[in-house]
Protein backbone atom coordinates (compact mmCIF):
# COMPACT_ATOMS: atom_id res chain seq x y z
CA UNK A 1 0.00 0.00 0.00
CA UNK A 2 1.30 3.66 -0.54
CA UNK A 3 0.05 6.05 1.44
CA UNK A 4 0.19 9.21 -0.71
CA UNK A 5 1.34 12.95 0.33
CA UNK A 6 4.39 10.90 1.54
CA UNK A 7 7.22 12.37 -0.01
CA UNK A 8 10.56 10.18 0.86
CA UNK A 9 12.92 12.48 1.69
CA UNK A 10 16.72 12.10 0.31
CA UNK A 11 19.52 12.34 3.75
CA UNK A 12 21.06 15.56 2.59
CA UNK A 13 25.02 15.18 2.33
CA UNK A 14 26.73 15.48 6.14
CA UNK A 15 27.09 19.35 6.65
CA UNK A 16 30.57 21.00 7.77
CA UNK A 17 31.27 20.28 10.89
CA UNK A 18 32.72 22.33 14.26
CA UNK A 19 32.56 21.46 18.01
CA UNK A 20 32.82 23.77 20.73
CA UNK A 21 35.75 23.55 23.02
CA UNK A 22 35.87 24.52 26.65
CA UNK A 23 39.47 25.46 28.89
CA UNK A 24 38.65 26.08 32.36
CA UNK A 25 41.46 27.16 34.71
CA UNK A 26 41.63 28.35 37.99
CA UNK A 27 41.33 32.06 36.84
CA UNK A 28 39.68 32.21 33.18
CA UNK A 29 37.51 30.37 31.27
CA UNK A 30 38.36 30.08 27.01
CA UNK A 31 35.26 28.99 24.86
CA UNK A 32 35.78 28.64 21.13
CA UNK A 33 34.31 27.20 18.10
CA UNK A 34 36.75 24.88 16.38
CA UNK A 35 36.33 23.35 12.89
CA UNK A 36 37.04 19.53 11.69
CA UNK A 37 40.81 20.83 10.45
CA UNK A 38 41.80 22.50 14.28
CA UNK A 39 40.91 26.10 13.23
CA UNK A 40 39.35 27.92 16.14
CA UNK A 41 36.70 30.48 14.19
CA UNK A 42 35.32 32.08 16.89
CA UNK A 43 35.98 32.54 20.95
CA UNK A 44 35.35 33.89 24.29
CA UNK A 45 36.95 34.80 27.48
CA UNK A 46 35.85 35.36 30.74
CA UNK A 47 36.80 34.96 34.20
CA UNK A 48 35.91 31.84 35.75
CA UNK A 49 35.36 33.56 39.12
CA UNK A 50 34.91 29.93 40.98
CA UNK A 51 33.55 31.44 44.33
CA UNK A 52 30.74 33.17 42.65
CA UNK A 53 29.39 29.52 42.43
CA UNK A 54 29.22 27.36 39.69
CA UNK A 55 25.79 27.34 38.88
CA UNK A 56 26.74 30.89 38.02
CA UNK A 57 29.60 29.69 35.99
CA UNK A 58 27.78 27.23 33.88
CA UNK A 59 25.02 29.62 33.12
CA UNK A 60 27.86 32.15 32.00
CA UNK A 61 29.46 29.52 30.14
CA UNK A 62 25.82 28.54 28.51
CA UNK A 63 25.75 32.16 27.08
CA UNK A 64 29.64 32.50 25.48
CA UNK A 65 28.65 28.96 23.74
CA UNK A 66 25.72 30.36 21.97
CA UNK A 67 27.62 33.03 21.12
CA UNK A 68 30.42 30.92 19.55
CA UNK A 69 28.33 28.81 18.19
CA UNK A 70 25.78 31.19 16.39
CA UNK A 71 29.12 32.96 15.38
CA UNK A 72 30.58 29.63 13.88
CA UNK A 73 27.55 28.81 12.20
CA UNK A 74 28.15 32.13 10.01
CA UNK A 75 31.01 31.65 9.30
CA UNK A 76 30.37 27.86 8.50
CA UNK A 77 27.11 28.19 6.46
CA UNK A 78 24.84 24.88 7.58
CA UNK A 79 27.81 23.77 10.04
CA UNK A 80 26.67 21.58 12.41
CA UNK A 81 28.08 21.71 16.04
CA UNK A 82 29.10 18.01 16.81
CA UNK A 83 29.45 18.41 20.41
CA UNK A 84 31.31 20.08 23.56
CA UNK A 85 34.51 18.90 24.83
CA UNK A 86 36.02 20.72 28.13
CA UNK A 87 39.32 20.63 29.44
CA UNK A 88 39.47 21.59 32.97
CA UNK A 89 42.26 22.36 35.59
CA UNK A 90 42.08 18.60 37.40
CA UNK A 91 41.39 16.07 39.68
CA UNK A 92 38.11 15.57 37.20
CA UNK A 93 35.93 12.46 36.99
CA UNK A 94 36.05 12.12 33.25
CA UNK A 95 33.73 9.12 33.00
CA UNK A 96 30.81 11.03 35.26
CA UNK A 97 31.33 14.36 34.09
CA UNK A 98 32.30 16.00 37.18
CA UNK A 99 34.83 18.62 38.55
CA UNK A 100 36.51 17.81 41.77
CA UNK A 101 38.79 20.15 42.45
CA UNK A 102 38.17 22.64 45.06
CA UNK A 103 42.19 22.93 45.12
CA UNK A 104 42.22 25.92 42.37
CA UNK A 105 38.15 26.29 41.58
CA UNK A 106 37.06 27.04 44.89
CA UNK A 107 34.24 25.29 46.09
CA UNK A 108 33.94 23.25 43.07
CA UNK A 109 34.57 19.94 44.81
CA UNK A 110 31.92 17.47 43.31
CA UNK A 111 30.24 19.79 40.38
CA UNK A 112 28.64 17.90 37.29
CA UNK A 113 29.28 20.19 34.27
CA UNK A 114 27.84 17.05 31.61
CA UNK A 115 24.49 17.12 32.63
CA UNK A 116 23.07 20.82 32.30
CA UNK A 117 25.29 21.53 28.98
CA UNK A 118 23.91 18.08 27.46
CA UNK A 119 20.63 19.14 28.35
CA UNK A 120 21.07 22.72 27.53
CA UNK A 121 22.31 21.95 24.29
CA UNK A 122 21.19 18.52 23.87
CA UNK A 123 24.51 17.55 22.55
CA UNK A 124 27.13 15.13 23.50
CA UNK A 125 29.72 16.41 26.00
CA UNK A 126 32.96 15.44 26.98
CA UNK A 127 35.19 16.31 30.19
CA UNK A 128 38.87 15.70 30.81
CA UNK A 129 41.43 17.39 32.77
CA UNK A 130 43.02 19.99 30.96
CA UNK A 131 47.01 18.88 30.49
CA UNK A 132 45.03 15.46 28.50
CA UNK A 133 43.19 17.94 26.57
CA UNK A 134 46.28 19.95 25.82
CA UNK A 135 48.11 17.06 24.54
CA UNK A 136 45.19 15.76 22.37
CA UNK A 137 45.46 19.13 20.80
CA UNK A 138 49.07 19.01 20.13
CA UNK A 139 48.70 15.64 18.72
CA UNK A 140 45.74 16.26 16.26
CA UNK A 141 47.20 19.44 15.44
CA UNK A 142 50.29 20.30 16.76
CA UNK A 143 53.74 18.83 17.81
CA UNK A 144 52.52 15.62 18.34
CA UNK A 145 50.63 14.85 15.24
CA UNK A 146 51.77 11.75 13.62
CA UNK A 147 53.29 10.17 16.85
CA UNK A 148 52.94 7.76 19.06
CA UNK A 149 53.08 7.14 22.19
CA UNK A 150 53.00 10.79 22.90
CA UNK A 151 53.99 12.40 26.32
CA UNK A 152 53.42 15.93 27.09
CA UNK A 153 54.65 18.42 30.14
CA UNK A 154 53.15 21.82 30.72
CA UNK A 155 55.10 24.38 32.60
CA UNK A 156 52.83 27.01 33.93
CA UNK A 157 51.65 27.79 37.81
CA UNK A 158 52.49 24.04 38.23
CA UNK A 159 53.45 21.46 35.99
CA UNK A 160 51.30 18.87 34.15
CA UNK A 161 51.73 15.80 32.54
CA UNK A 162 49.52 13.58 29.82
CA UNK A 163 50.45 10.30 28.03
CA UNK A 164 48.88 9.67 24.78
CA UNK A 165 48.61 6.04 24.41
CA UNK A 166 47.84 4.05 21.05
CA UNK A 167 45.73 7.45 20.04
CA UNK A 168 44.01 7.22 23.67
CA UNK A 169 44.46 9.24 27.01
CA UNK A 170 46.24 6.95 28.88
CA UNK A 171 44.00 6.66 32.45
CA UNK A 172 45.07 5.08 35.59
CA UNK A 173 43.06 2.97 38.14
CA UNK A 174 39.23 4.89 38.99
CA UNK A 175 40.27 7.13 35.32
CA UNK A 176 42.86 8.91 37.34
CA UNK A 177 44.95 10.81 35.48
CA UNK A 178 48.97 10.59 35.45
CA UNK A 179 50.50 13.01 37.89
CA UNK A 180 53.68 14.04 36.09
CA UNK A 181 54.21 16.52 37.64
CA UNK A 182 54.74 14.72 41.05
CA UNK A 183 57.27 12.87 40.38
CA UNK A 184 60.34 12.82 42.20
CA UNK A 185 63.66 14.08 40.77
CA UNK A 186 65.19 15.34 44.16
CA UNK A 187 64.65 13.41 47.23
CA UNK A 188 66.26 16.42 49.70
CA UNK A 189 64.02 19.28 47.80
CA UNK A 190 61.27 21.74 49.03
CA UNK A 191 58.10 20.34 50.48
CA UNK A 192 54.68 19.38 48.14
CA UNK A 193 51.57 20.02 48.92
CA UNK A 194 51.23 16.44 46.81
CA UNK A 195 52.41 14.57 49.87
CA UNK A 196 56.25 14.23 49.44
CA UNK A 197 59.60 16.48 48.47
CA UNK A 198 61.43 17.56 45.53
CA UNK A 199 58.53 16.86 42.85
CA UNK A 200 59.37 18.43 39.51
CA UNK A 201 56.47 20.31 40.43
CA UNK A 202 58.07 21.79 43.97
CA UNK A 203 61.34 22.22 41.73
CA UNK A 204 60.57 23.72 38.30
CA UNK A 205 56.66 24.78 38.20
CA UNK A 206 56.33 28.65 37.10
CA UNK A 207 54.90 29.36 41.21
CA UNK A 208 58.07 27.06 42.31
CA UNK A 209 61.14 29.73 40.76
CA UNK A 210 58.90 32.23 41.38
CA UNK A 211 58.73 31.31 45.19
CA UNK A 212 62.75 30.97 45.29
CA UNK A 213 62.96 33.86 43.86
CA UNK A 214 61.04 35.83 46.61
CA UNK A 215 63.58 35.87 49.25
CA UNK A 216 66.13 37.84 46.27
CA UNK A 217 63.52 40.66 45.87
CA UNK A 218 62.18 38.97 42.17
CA UNK A 219 58.60 39.54 41.94
CA UNK A 220 57.91 35.95 39.75
CA UNK A 221 59.37 33.10 37.73
CA UNK A 222 60.08 35.96 35.22
CA UNK A 223 61.53 37.76 37.49
CA UNK A 224 64.40 35.30 38.11
CA UNK A 225 64.73 34.01 34.24
CA UNK A 226 65.92 38.07 33.64
CA UNK A 227 68.13 38.00 36.48
CA UNK A 228 69.41 34.88 35.18
CA UNK A 229 69.88 36.43 31.71
CA UNK A 230 71.81 39.09 33.54
CA UNK A 231 74.21 36.68 35.46
CA UNK A 232 73.10 37.08 39.05
CA UNK A 233 73.97 33.90 40.47
CA UNK A 234 71.65 33.47 42.99
CA UNK A 235 68.74 33.82 39.75
CA UNK A 236 71.46 31.63 37.76
CA UNK A 237 71.39 28.86 39.93
CA UNK A 238 68.22 28.55 41.07
CA UNK A 239 67.16 28.30 37.14
CA UNK A 240 69.99 25.28 36.98
CA UNK A 241 68.33 23.51 40.09
CA UNK A 242 64.87 23.82 37.50
CA UNK A 243 66.52 22.39 34.22
CA UNK A 244 68.50 20.00 36.02
CA UNK A 245 64.98 18.88 37.97
CA UNK A 246 63.68 18.59 34.33
CA UNK A 247 66.44 17.06 32.77
CA UNK A 248 66.20 14.08 35.55
CA UNK A 249 62.48 14.11 34.93
CA UNK A 250 63.08 13.70 31.39
CA UNK A 251 65.19 10.83 31.80
CA UNK A 252 63.03 9.06 34.24
CA UNK A 253 59.98 9.35 31.65
CA UNK A 254 61.94 8.34 28.85
CA UNK A 255 62.52 5.53 30.21
CA UNK A 256 59.24 4.33 31.69
CA UNK A 257 56.77 5.72 28.53
CA UNK A 258 59.83 5.18 25.51
CA UNK A 259 57.30 7.96 23.91
CA UNK A 260 58.09 8.83 20.32
CA UNK A 261 57.60 12.55 21.33
CA UNK A 262 58.04 14.28 23.91
CA UNK A 263 56.53 17.61 24.24
CA UNK A 264 57.03 20.73 26.23
CA UNK A 265 54.45 23.33 26.56
CA UNK A 266 53.05 26.17 28.75
CA UNK A 267 54.04 29.77 29.49
CA UNK A 268 57.12 28.91 30.48
CA UNK A 269 58.11 26.80 27.78
CA UNK A 270 56.64 28.74 25.61
CA UNK A 271 59.44 31.66 26.34
CA UNK A 272 62.24 29.65 27.93
CA UNK A 273 62.30 26.27 25.99
CA UNK A 274 65.92 26.86 24.65
CA UNK A 275 67.63 26.95 27.92
CA UNK A 276 65.87 23.46 28.87
CA UNK A 277 66.26 21.80 25.88
CA UNK A 278 70.49 21.18 26.33
CA UNK A 279 70.18 19.02 29.65
CA UNK A 280 67.65 16.79 27.39
CA UNK A 281 70.37 15.91 25.46
CA UNK A 282 71.75 13.34 27.57
CA UNK A 283 68.70 11.44 26.62
CA UNK A 284 71.36 10.66 23.60
CA UNK A 285 73.95 8.48 26.26
CA UNK A 286 70.39 6.29 26.72
CA UNK A 287 71.50 2.62 26.27
CA UNK A 288 68.27 1.14 26.93
CA UNK A 289 66.55 1.89 23.66
CA UNK A 290 67.46 2.58 19.99
CA UNK A 291 69.00 6.06 20.04
CA UNK A 292 66.99 8.91 18.40
CA UNK A 293 63.94 6.76 18.78
CA UNK A 294 62.35 9.22 21.64
CA UNK A 295 62.04 12.68 20.43
CA UNK A 296 61.75 16.14 22.06
CA UNK A 297 59.52 18.95 20.81
CA UNK A 298 58.13 22.30 22.11
CA UNK A 299 54.16 22.61 22.03
CA UNK A 300 53.14 24.36 18.91
CA UNK A 301 49.74 25.49 19.80
CA UNK A 302 50.83 27.41 22.70
CA UNK A 303 47.83 28.89 24.68
CA UNK A 304 44.71 27.54 22.27
CA UNK A 305 46.11 23.49 22.90
CA UNK A 306 44.23 22.41 25.71
CA UNK A 307 40.94 25.06 23.70
CA UNK A 308 41.72 23.11 20.77
CA UNK A 309 42.30 19.71 22.34
CA UNK A 310 39.00 20.02 24.01
CA UNK A 311 36.66 20.53 21.10
CA UNK A 312 38.90 17.74 19.14
CA UNK A 313 37.69 15.42 22.10
CA UNK A 314 34.55 15.36 20.27
CA UNK A 315 35.40 15.53 16.51
CA UNK A 316 38.72 13.06 16.60
ZN1 LIG B 1 54.34 17.29 44.29
Keep these: VILPGIAVKLRPMAPPVFAVGIDIGGTKMAVAAVTRTGRIVARRVLPTEAEAGFARAVSRLEEAIRHVQDEASLQIPGGECAGIGIGCAGPVDPFRGVIRNPYTLTGWDCCDIATPLREAFRLRVVLENDADAAAMGECWVGAGSGFDPVV ?129 RRLTTVTQFTRDSVSLAKAQLGNDAGLVGAAGLVLT
Design 152 to 280: MLTFGTGVGGAAIVGGKIQRGAGGEHPELGHIVVRPDGPACYCGTRGCLESIASGSAIGKSGEPHGWADARGVFQAAQQGIPEARAIISGAVDAVGTAVWSLAHAYVPQRLIFGGGLMETEFERFAPVM
